[in-house]
């Protein structure tokens, strides 16, 4: 579930290529925490997109900061 209490609804995926080792290694380390490599995935590209918002909300920001000190 996310955050805000819905569902998945799967309507996309996405195909990367990584290194053997790379792919071994967080599958091995995704077992040992009970997570799904997926879910592991999911959480990591939340929390990255999160932590780097999108130019339009920066600007928005932005607007409202200067807004403040006229």
């Known amino acids: 579930m996310y955050p805000s ?10 195909r990367i290529r990584i290194e053997p080792e790379l792919h071994s290694d967080f ?22 997109v999160a932590r780097y918002p999108s ?5 928005l920001f932005v607007a ?3 807004a403040q000190y006229k």
């Open 5 to 14: 209490g819905e569902t998945m609804n799967k309507s996309s995926s996405m």
């Open 55 to 59: 130019m339009e909300q920066r600007d």
């Open 27 to 48: 599958l091995t380390t995704c077992k040992q925490q009970d997570k799904p490599a997926a879910q592991v995935l999911r959480e990591f590209m939340r929390e990255y």
């Open 64 to 66: 409202e900061q200067k």
